[in-house]
């Protein structure tokens, strides 16, 4: 199947310090990406899609301002936690979609779990 | 709105007992249903996609089959390596977005040697 690298795979940080997470398709190009959350024991929680060359829809209850959402290229989707709080210590996942030969599927990316203190 | 819904949360195999496990579903309009294997501490990982009852597809000892309202993942005689969590997704017309998938809980399967 396709490969889709995210990194880091762990970050810690402060309390009001941001964190920039990547997300890359690396053997296909991805005009869509999503970003997922995932809490202990719990299901995936889709964030937002994230639109090549456009601005991303953020699911509701899920603020835009805070979660900042870059899909400059067709490989590559950033998704950056603005000030966190130790609330937003989760399990972050990436996808890529890839369309390539009439597929639509979903590859997954290894996670980031992000923990602030 | 869509819903999907896998059985049992939790199972434990011996090695070589074969089983299955469930995914329900209601949707408006299904653009195909996913089979995704997630280990602890990881992204999911992409099994099978089925997109019309009666489809069926196979790798190694997974089987994963397909009805208007639900979907099995066969497992023939597992084996430790198969412990994980298998999470089942569709993809549906809802609200016009036919890229979004929604995810069940997932079945944790556990096989003891």
């Known amino acids: 199947g396709a490969v889709v690298s995210q990194h880091p795979s762990r970050v810690i940080c402060k309390s009001g310090t941001s964190v920039k997470i990547e997300c890359r398709s690396l053997d296909f190009q991805a005009t869509t990406m999503f970003w997922y959350r995932q809490f202990p024991k719990k299901s995936l929680m889709l964030m937002a899609t994230s639109n090549e060359g456009s601005k991303a829809t953020y699911e509701q209850g899920v603020e835009k301002d805070k979660f900042l959402i870059n899909h400059a290229s067709l490989t590559l989707s950033t998704l950056t936690v603005t000030s966190a709080h130790p609330e937003d210590s989760s399990f972050y996942i990436c996808s890529a979609r890839d369309q390539g030969q009439g597929r639509n599927i979903q590859y997954f990316g290894a996670g980031t779990r992000l923990s602030v203190l | 709105e869509d819903q999907v819904t896998q059985s049992p949360e939790a199972l434990r195999l011996q090695e070589g007992e074969s089983s299955s496990l469930n995914c329900s579903y209601t949707?408006?309009?299904?653009?195909?249903l996913f089979w995704y294997r997630q280990d602890p501490g990881k992204g999911p990982e992409f099994l099978f996609t089925l997109y019309s009852a009666g489809e069926e597809k196979e790798k190694e000892r997974l089987k994963a089959t397909l009805t208007k309202k639900e979907s099995f993942l066969h497992i023939t005689a597992p084996k430790p390596e198969d412990s994980a969590t298998y999470l089942c997704?569709?993809?549906?017309?809802?609200?016009?977005?036919?890229?979004?998938?929604?995810f069940g809980t997932g079945t944790l399967l556990a096989v003891q040697p």
């Open positions: 949707v408006s309009g299904l653009r195909g």
């Open positions: 997704a569709v993809r549906s017309n809802y609200g016009g977005a036919t890229n979004k998938l929604i």
